[in-house]
T-cell receptor, first 114, second 109 residues
Framework: GAGVSQSPSNKVTEKGKDVELRCDPI?????LYWYRQRLGQGLEFLIY????????KSGLPSDRFSAERTGESVSTLTIQRTQQEDSAVYLC????????????FGQGTRLTVV | KNEVEQSPQNLTAQEGEFITINCSYS?????LHWLQQHPGGGIVSLFM???GKKKHGRLIATINIQEKHSSLHITASHPRDSAVYIC???????????FGAGTRLTVKP
């Protein structure tokens, strides 16, 4: 597709269950970012992938959060043993990876933990 | 202290007014982005700046690298400009981004 695609668009899960969120970046984009936005709050950096380099995981809030990306393709963000405070919109963005380039955002996955 | 500070947090204007949103940052950057987020969450990139000034329609973005400050201006504001405007900086050392808390703009008819 032409843009960044995220799935699912909405996810409701029970506390304690694991969830997996998917991001399909724009083809050819080497950089991929995951962000979280809690209700009424700003964007919070989670993790950043750049090509085959080791990802920057400095924003992951706990060891329940992990993300993978194979090469320059799809990325998955996994949240284990979900808690209610994990409820948020999870946004993915990609960019060509060269420094001064724009980032393109997906529509996000709205996660609700009940 | 956040690396990226925006002001004001909330802004209400009458249609037609000139709007200014400010962004200050404390780290070395390679680029600064202005983003627009509408209700429903979709984010659109408005500008990417590394120096000077850019203009697109009624929107103007400026950056002063020495002062580590950027402004987003909206001329002849319209109710459809109502959104959250987010400043984001790309670190000078790597390629990740850090965000301001956003400015919620409401333009009343």
């Amino acid at each position: 597709g032409a843009g960044v695609s995220q799935s699912p668009s909405n996810k409701v899960t029970e506390k304690g269950k694991d969830v997996e969120l998917r991001c399909d970046p724009i083809s050819g984009h080497t950089a991929l970012y995951w962000y979280r936005q809690r209700l009424g709050q700003g964007l919070e950096f989670l993790i950043y992938f750049q090509g085959n380099s080791a990802p920057d995981k400095s924003g992951l809030p706990s060891d329940r959060f992990s993300a993978e990306r194979t090469g320059e393709s799809v990325s998955t963000l996994t949240i284990q043993r979900t808690q209610q405070e994990d409820s948020a919109v999870y946004l993915c963005a990609s960019s060509p990876g060269i420094r001064n380039t724009e980032a393109f955002f997906g529509q996000g996955t709205r996660l609700t933990v009940v | 202290k956040n690396e990226v500070e925006q002001s004001p947090q909330n802004l209400t204007a009458q249609e037609g007014e000139f709007i200014t949103i400010n962004c200050s940052y404390s780290v070395g950057i390679s680029a600064l982005h202005w983003l627009q987020q509408h209700p429903g969450g979709g984010i659109v990139s408005l500008f990417m700046l590394s120096s000077g000034k850019k203009k697109h329609g009624r929107l103007i973005a400026t950056i002063n690298i020495q002062e580590k400050h950027s402004s987003l201006h909206i001329t002849a504001s319209h109710p459809r400009d109502s959104a959250v405007y987010i400043c984001a900086v790309r670190s000078g050392n790597n390629n990740d981004m850090r965000f301001g808390a956003g400015t919620r703009l409401t333009v009343k008819p």
